[in-house]
T-cell receptor, first 115, second 111 residues
Framework: DGGITQSPKYLFRKEGQNVTLSCEQNLNHDAMYWYRQDPGQGLRLIYYSQIVNDFQKGDIAEGYSVSREKKESFPLTVTSAQKNPTAFYLC??????????????FGPGTRLTVL | KQEVTQIPAALSVPEGENLVLNCSFTDSAIYNLQWFRQDPGKGLTSLLLIQSSQREQTSGRLNASLDKSSGRSTLYIAASQPGDSATYLCAVPAGYQKVTFGTGTKLQVIP
């Protein structure tokens, strides 16, 4: 079955540590995204990638970094510069549809907690 | 900048009731919209992708409509069931290969 996998499901980080969240897709989609979700707030875009070896900052990229070395993989690193990293992180991929919407498909998410 | 609003933020209904969820957007120059469902602690599941040329899209007990002129989409759920309890989000295009999400409506269907 095609889909998006994220690991780990739960992640605990000590202050000052960098951590990397994994996202893999076998849908053959070119575009991939990372979102952050906080209680009571909508999804906020961290980074997105339209093609291998290319990525752009979203609305809240500070303190995060990404890479896109393979079409299937788009890992997100939460660095120590991110002051409030505790949140639910969602990875998505998309395919373009007529009229401008990229139909988005989501992974199960990773919950990151800073101790 | 596209802004998306979903009202109410929370809704509680008895089982069997028909209900409507609303999604409003500020930039009406869109041609399609996507509705999602999110269960607690889970990722988003796509429910319907509706294009303005279609006006409506149906999947089982779900029906979504899109009215660009009024900047509004509605998701109609017929004969609600406790299993429908979840948060429902809408998303609209916001630039090349990006979308903007509403903050969602948390639905509780009471047995």
């Amino acid at each position: 079955d095609g889909g998006i996998t994220q690991s780990p499901k739960y992640l605990f980080r000590k202050e000052g540590q960098n951590v990397t969240l994994s996202c893999e897709q076998n849908l053959n989609h070119d575009a991939m995204y990372w979102y952050r979700q906080d209680p009571g707030q909508g999804l906020r875009l961290i980074y997105y990638s339209q093609i291998v070896n290319d990525f752009q900052k979203g609305d809240i990229a500070e303190g995060y970094s990404v890479s896109r070395e393979k079409k299937e993989s788009f890992p997100l690193t939460v660095t120590s510069a991110q002051k409030n990293p505790t949140a639910f992180y969602l990875c998505a991929s998309s395919i373009p549809r007529p009229g401008g919407l990229n139909e988005q498909f989501f992974g199960p998410g990773t919950r990151l907690t800073v101790l | 900048k596209q802004e998306v609003t979903q009202i109410p933020a929370a809704l509680s209904v008895p089982e069997g009731e028909n209900l409507v969820l609303n999604c409003s957007f500020t930039d009406s120059a869109i041609y399609n919209l996507q509705w999602f469902r999110q269960d607690p602690g889970k990722g988003l599941t796509s429910l319907l992708l509706i294009q303005s040329s279609q006006r409506e899209q149906t999947s089982g007990r779900l029906n979504a409509s899109l009215d660009k002129s009024s900047g509004r989409s509605t998701l109609y759920i017929a004969a609600s069931q406790p299993g429908d309890s979840a948060t429902y989000l809408c998303a609209v295009p916001a630039g090349y290969q990006k979308v903007t999400f509403g903050t969602g409506t948390k639905l509780q269907v009471i047995p």
